[in-house]
Every structure is written in C-alpha cells, then in structure tokens.
C-alpha cells in the first residue's frame, strides 16, 4: 500500500500574487508536486500545446464534463471556462504523488467539498496586516480609500475561515518558505502516516 | 489582545530519545521556548536549585497539588512524583509565550484532556520504520527478539493515535528539522491566527 499524496491547494483574493508564489515553488524545485492540466474553452495561443498545457474543448465537451462530475472545480473568467479534471488528481494522489492546485477562492471552495482532506492555503495580502497601522497613522491614504480596502479585508478574512492556513505574502521568499513548513509538517500528520505504521506491524 | 502562545508536547516511548533532541532544540536557539520548571518530590541533588532546576516539596505537598488540580499533569518515577505546575504554563500561553513540554506518554495523555488545544508531537524509534524490513531480511535478531519487537511497536502505534504528528527520531537533526516545520506551521493554522487578523479590521 502507497501512502497517498497530498493534496495542497494554494489560493487567495485576487491579485494577492498566487501565480508567483506557485511560479517560484516550481523553480525552486524544493518541492516535488506533480500540477493538474486545466480543462478550458478559450482558444489555444500561439505555441500553446493541447493535453500540456491545457485541454482545449469545446463548450458543448465542457458542460458535458460539468453534468458527469468529471470536474474538481471550474470557474469563468472573461467569457471562457476554465476546470480542474478530477480523475488524474484522484490518480496522482492514489500513486503517493502530491498535487498542487493554484486556484481562486470559489474552486477552493468547490475542492474543499470534494476532497475534504486536502492542505488549503490562504495567501494574504502583506497590507492586511499592516492596515490598522495605516488607519491609526492616517498617512497618505484618504478615508475613501481606507474605508474600500477595509471593506475588502473583512471579507478576505471571512473567506480565510474555510482554510486550514494563512500565509502572508509580504515577500515571495517568506511566502515559500512558509509553505514549505506548511509541507513537511502536513507530511507527519499522524492520520496521513498511521496507516503506513500500522501496515510495518501487520502479520502477513 | 496578544496571540495565545503555542503549548508544544514533545514525547514518545521510553528510550527514544526525548531528553537528548529537546537538549538539541534548546542548544540550536531556532525556538522561542519557555520552559516550565517541573514540581518534585525527589531531594535536590548538589547543585540543583529550588524553582529553577524543580520546585522540591514534600510528599504532602505533592499531594495537595493533586486534589487542588494544580498540576497540568503528574508522574511517578522510582518512588519520587513529578509534576508540571498549571499556572505558569497557563500564564506564559496567555502572555503569548510558546511552551515545550517534554514529557512521557502518560503525562501527554493528561495535557491532551486538559489542553486540547496544545501540539502533540510524538518521538518514534527508527527502528519503527526498519521494522519490515528486518523481519523480511531475517538479520541477526532471533525471532523472539524480533517477535518482543513487534508486540512493542504495536503498543507505540497505538499510543500515537492521539497525537498530531509523528516524527522519526533517525537522527537528532532530522527530528529538529521536522518539529521546526511543525512549529512554523501551526504558528499560521488558521484557527490561531484569525482573531489577530479580525483584531486589524475590528471597528473601534
């Protein structure tokens, strides 16, 4: 029996720079995920290459892919869909292998649902923790600015809720970093590994 | 409000090795740990000094502690008791103070009742892992070394079930590693954290 992989989903508001932490994760080769090709019904771009780094469908193939369940999440942006097919996640992890999913906070809520068992990230805007401070200090922001960005930091906060971790992304370094903890810790979680422990001691 | 400090519990069975990688946590400075000072009712050695090294009582003593539930847990060893105070511990976690806790695995059972809320790291022996593999092998342990073997990982197994992670003990740097990735991980677990960031966008 293969311990099975963990399922790490990395997301956040918008804009908070998911994509750069997940790009400097991938280059620093600290890690050893394996990444879910996404599903969508944009057009390819030049040099884009169908089955690596998407799969190109038609809308019709992807609300059949919706009505089978065959999706993890899947999200619009723009006029075009975009999924995470479920069945390689379900592989990738049955093999050991880890997976990471960079993905909005409404496909980190679809996953949550799905695979209950999956390490959630929420990435935080560095500013949030340094919002009082502006409030208190009254610097350059006008009070229409603080009152907008405090609107939009209570509900960052209210989605935070639903996620096992917060990560400040002040630098992309700390965030890593940070993730990496987040990483091995979540390895010798005792529910992930009893069963390997339990199956050194098995008779057989 | 300062953030509740985190109570770490270091233990695992008898001879894995607690004692020598909490010495290494203490040595290598990468922790912010307060230590509490346990209660005895053991006699002071030469050197020992009363409410730094323990705080030495007597056997009435002790026992008044017990009924008065002043102690967050309690042992006997070789005819002597010892105990952890509750109060201090409980006073450095509000404070925001990190706690370590190096304790046997019947005192952790005490502080999960107690402290549910604590990190419960479990030390195993990598002969745990080398387990399998040496009865495949037939080394040079007899089978009723091998078989006492068994029958002891089995009962550590089961001991590991109430904690929350699992560390191999290999080597005392490895084990350090791993509990501090635990330490930066649960130091940003969404439940600990949250109240300070509601705090930032609280109005007042």
């Known amino acids: ?11 956040g508001p918008s804009g908070v720079g998911k994509g750069t932490v997940k790009s400097a994760m991938v280059k620093q080769k600290i890690f ?8 969508t019904t944009r057009k390819p771009r030049p040099g884009e290459v169908d089955g690596k ?3 190109f469908v038609s ?4 609300q059949e892919a919706i ?12 006029g075009n869909h975009y999924g995470t097919p479920l069945a390689p996640v379900k592989q990738m992890l049955k093999e050991g292998k880890d997976v990471l999913l960079e993905i909005d906070v409404n496909g980190a809520r679809q996953v949550r649902k799905l695979m209950p068992d999956g390490v959630f990230i929420f990435l935080t805007p560095p500013d949030l923790h340094e919002l009082k401070h502006r409030i208190v200090t009254r610097g350059t922001d006008s009070d229409q600015v603080i009152a ?13 809720q639903d996620y096992d971790y917060a990560v ?16 091995e ?10 069963d390997d422990y339990r199956n050194m001691v098995e008779e057989d």
Chains 1, 2 share one sequence.
């Open 53 to 55: 780094d998407y799969y």
């Open 185 to 194: 810790a979540e390895h010798v979680r005792v529910p992930r590994v009893i």
């Open 59 to 62: 809308e019709d193939r992807f």
């Open 168 to 183: 400040v992304n002040d630098t992309i370094a700390n965030a890593v970093d940070h993730i990496k903890s987040i990483v």
């Open 1 to 11: 029996m293969t311990r099975q992989g963990l399922l790490l989903v990395l997301s």
């Open 148 to 160: 907008m960005r405090m609107k939009q930091a209570r509900k960052e906060i209210l989605m935070m």
């Open 32 to 39: 050893s995920f394996e990444y879910s090709v996404s599903m």
């Open 67 to 78: 009505a089978n369940n065959e999706l993890l999440e899947y999200n619009s942006y723009v």
